[in-house]
């Protein structure tokens, strides 16, 4: 016979299930449409468990938003991290954050939803440990073999991210999805190799001003 579950795993279980239903319905009617009744429903608890575990229903947004900024940040790490080259883990783990955000419910939450109903301090606050993160430690190691190229840190991962999150946003509204994303996948790559150049390539002199 299996043990009764401790009084932990039956709220963790709520928990899990108030999360799991409440995902499904933010990424199929948007944050706005969302009803707190709906996700008690369908998660067949009582609203007094609900606002056990959230204050109200932007609190559980916000949880499934920080869920899905982990779950983007695995993936892009899963992608970048056995590849040895950094420029080219840097491109694999673009790769992999475009292919998490072409999935709808992650669109909608993360890339739509979330830095309106969170602000948009607020949604980097949660994305900073995580694909800010990610994307920071992609570019220092890229940076580090060109001690050269005269750039830094921290405008290029935001440059960067802007740009991906971009992006992310033009394949999926585009008529032709496949098309778009190729075209997209082919972009990125040429904008990374000329923005970060070669690891041997020497900065480049500043252009005289030609006198009068």
Same mark, same amino acid.
């Given at each position: ?10 709220? !963790?279980?709520?928990? *899990?299930?108030?999360?799991?239903? %409440? #995902?499904? =319905?933010? /990424? $199929?009617?948007?944050?706005? &449409? ?24 932007? !609190?559980?947004?916000? *949880?499934?938003?920080?869920?899905? %900024? #982990?779950? =983007?940040? /695995? $993936?892009?790490?899963?992608? &970048? ?34 830095? %309106? ?45 802007? %740009? ?8 999926a509204e585009a008529k032709d999805e496949k098309t778009a994303r190729r075209e997209m996948d082919r972009s990125l790559v040429q ?22």
């Open positions: 016979m299996s043990r009764p579950r401790t009084q932990a795993e039956r709220l !963790a279980a709520t928990r *899990a299930t108030l999360m799991r239903e %409440a #995902r499904l =319905i933010f /990424a $199929a009617s948007g944050y706005d &449409a969302a009803a707190t009744e709906e996700i008690v429903q369908r998660s067949n608890v009582t609203r007094g468990a609900l606002y056990y575990h959230f204050k109200d229903k932007r !609190a559980v947004f916000e *949880a499934i938003v920080e869920e899905v %900024a #982990r779950e =983007i940040a /695995a $993936a892009i790490d899963r992608k &970048a991290d056995p590849v040895g080259d950094p420029l080219q883990a840097l491109i694999e783990g673009t790769r992999a954050f475009l292919d998490a955000c072409l999935d709808p419910a992650v669109r909608r939450i993360y890339l739509i939803d979330a830095p %309106a109903v969170l602000g948009w301090h607020r949604w980097r606050e949660i994305d900073a440990p995580h694909g800010l993160r990610s994307l920071r430690e992609g570019v220092t190691a890229v940076l580090a073999e060109r001690p050269g190229q005269g750039l830094s840190v921290e405008p290029v991962t935001f440059l960067l991210s802007g %740009a991906f999150n971009e992006a992310a946003l033009w394949v904008l990374m190799e000329r923005l970060f150049g070669s690891p041997a390539e020497p900065a480049r002199p500043p252009r005289a001003r030609a006198r009068a």
